[in-house]
């Protein structure tokens, strides 16, 4: 019998933590190493398109509009009727986008985003459940499943909860940032208290993002998380995702960490680390 | 009495009298100490002057220049399959060129890629050959690809202009 994909929302209230790049490399963690040979899908359910921008490229993203190949936002619009349309139920097929296969049968398949998502967000009634009855259709496909959700509290959230088994919070250790985690576990709390909730929702850890281990502010902004995870009995990863100039660098050349070119060993084993601990934490 | 300056040309000259010999050096000197000739000297100058720039440099000063000779295996292959011999030698300029694969690890990481022997180097410049070499015994049709995809690596995909294509135009659609 084959095992259950695990499907995980990376997710922070505040924006510019690093969600996207983190999504992006553990994708590739998990196919592109022969140690793993996953199956994983990202789901980008943020209107800036972050991580299908990081995946794809422009002319691949390009094609996809061009062709009307459906996207994110056809998954919450695919019950809205207009005057032109009726209510129509999406092939989940159809919004699977392949980015890259291996011979081993490992890929990594997008579901991209685009802009118009904010505006699903305008008429949110009755479209937090449809992302996860399209993915109950087409988990048996994957070991893995990357939701990257935008940084704001909406259906989109609401929709990722549903989807997901486990939250993973990247924090970047600085003070703002940090703020970012009370207010995403309001949110959660929010979320398991309402009648839809989805109780079996795990926090499968808190990962410290850019993390450099050199100012006091740093230092400071880690304790303070730490203090907080420790009262909430909230796990914290003991690997870091380190502070690289790589990091955007690969997200230009549409690599991961280990493939971006002149990337020190260093960070790919760090990187590395870190997903073997995610790993672990899921049960992947 | 000879000078010590003059000493030295009349050493060269000697030397010149046994490289052109005897008889073309008494026949300039005669046209030398006419008057036609001096009158018409500044022109006559002009002449060897022009003639000395035309004149090929030698062989073993060219080579000296040329740090990158077209590799011995890839000259054969001209006359045994012209069509591979093309893509190479233009593979081969714009490597030269730094058109493609601009680094040296650029290239190392393009052999390791096509899966190609290791290539033992430690220089741009010395690590060219090597691979074309390489890629004169490869297939093809392989050579075809790979060529193909190291030229379009050159080419971002990822430049904020066609992002800002997409995004704005979406904008203005509305």
Known sequence: MMDMAKCVSLINMKGGVGKSTLAVNLAWQFTGLKKWNKRVLVIDLDPQFNASQYLIGVQKYQQILSNQIPTVWDVFEQMTRTPSKTSKQLNPKSVLYNVVSFPDGSRIDLIPSRLELAYSLRNPS????????????????????????????????????????????????????????????????????????????????????????????????????????????????????????????GAREGEPIFRTSYARWKQAFRFAAFADEFAGRIGL | MIEEQEMDLLLDLLKLLKKHGDKTFSSLANKLTSGEVIGNLSQILMQVSKRAEKMPRPEKERKGKQQHPIPKSLSTLEKIDPQKYGILIEFHRDLVAKRVLPSFRDIKQFATDCDLPEIYANSRQKVINPLIEALVVSPNEMVHEWIKSAKSGQQTDRSLEGWGKIIMKKKQGE
């Not at chain 1, 496909?141 to 919070?169: G, K």
């Not at chain 1, 940090?178 to 909730?197: Q, W």
């Not at chain 1, 400071?220 to 003991?238: D, L």
């Open chain 1, 126 to 249: 009755q479209k937090e459940g449809l992302l996860a009855q399209l993915v109950s259709k087409i988990e048996d496909d994957y070991d893995l499943i990357l939701l990257d959700c935008a940084p704001t509290e909406s259906v989109l959230t609401t929709a990722a909860y549903l989807t997901s088994n486990f939250i993973l919070v990247p924090v970047k250790p600085e003070y703002l940032s940090t703020i970012g985690l009370p207010l995403l576990v309001r949110s959660i709390d929010e979320f398991k208290a309402a009648p839809y909730g989805n109780n079996n929702l795990q926090l499968a850890g808190i990962v410290f993002n850019h993390a450099s281990n050199y100012s006091p502010e740093e230092k400071i902004s880690k304790t303070e998380v730490r203090r907080m995870a420790a009262k909430n009995k909230w796990y914290v990863f003991k690997s870091e995702v380190s502070y690289s100039r790589s990091y955007p660098k």
